[in-house]
């Protein structure tokens, strides 16, 4: 079954440690993106890659860092400078390309700072 | 200005009404316009998408598209309580990202 997995589903931290959120894609698209959500919020945009080795910043970048050395995966760093990193977490996919580029998600990654 | 808005809800319509859902977005060279619905606790699941005027049909949904009012709406026909979630609207500007509004809670009542 093609899609997109992420994990872990649920992740608890204690204040000051790094933590990675994996995402994997077998669905071939070349766009992935990194989303947070807080409770009662709409989707902001973590960071996104159009091609392998390259990403750009989104919205709320501060206190994260990715990397894209394969097509296929997409990891988040929640570093320890990120102030209030409890968050629901969902990474997406798109065909680049396609003048629609819908996003494909995974089922995401709910963080907890301890 | 937020560049997605939408109506945070809940909004509250019986079994078997018509829901809708409205957006404006801020940006006018937005070129693609995305629904996406979200149980509680879940990811978002794709719902419909438009990018010319006027209106989509796919079923009991039914997407608008009024550039000229920067405007977006997405109807529910004959709604049910498994329609009950949060609705996202979202916005595909260029190459970038979508940008999501905040979400429209949407209570279907039996």
């Known amino acids: 079954d093609g899609g997109i997995t992420q994990s872990p589903k649920y992740l608890f931290r204690k204040e000051g440690q790094n933590v990675t959120l994996s995402c994997e894609q077998n669905l071939n698209h070349d766009a992935m993106y990194w989303y947070r959500q807080d409770p009662g919020q709409g989707l902001r945009l973590i960071y996104y890659?159009?091609?392998?080795?390259?990403?750009q910043k989104g919205d709320i970048a501060e206190g994260y860092s990715v990397s894209r050395e394969k097509k296929e995966s997409f990891p988040l760093t929640v570093t320890s400078a990120q102030k209030n990193p409890t968050a629901f977490y969902l990474c997406?996919?798109?065909?680049?390309?396609?003048?629609?580029?819908?996003?494909?998600f995974g089922e995401g990654s709910r963080l907890t700072v301890l | 200005q937020k560049e997605v808005e939408q109506n945070s809800g809940p909004l509250s319509v019986p079994e078997g009404a018509i829901a809708s859902l409205n957006c404006t977005y801020s940006?006018?060279?937005?070129?693609?316009f995305f629904w996406y619905r979200q149980y509680s606790g879940k990811s978002p699941e794709l719902i419909m998408f438009?990018?010319?005027?006027g209106d989509k049909e796919d079923g009991r949904f039914t997407a608008q598209l009024n550039k000229a009012s920067q405007y977006v709406s997405l109807l529910i026909r004959d709604s049910q309580p498994s329609d009950s979630a949060t609705y996202l609207c979202?916005?595909?500007?260029?190459?970038?990202?979508?940008?999501f509004g905040s979400g429209t809670r949407l209570q279907v009542q039996p």
């Open positions: 979202a916005v595909r500007t260029g190459r970038r990202a979508l940008t």
């Open positions: 997406a996919s798109s065909i680049e390309g396609l003048r629609t580029g819908e996003l494909f």
């Open positions: 940006d006018r060279g937005s070129q693609s």
């Open positions: 890659s159009q091609i392998v080795n390259d990403f």
């Open positions: 438009i990018y010319s005027n």
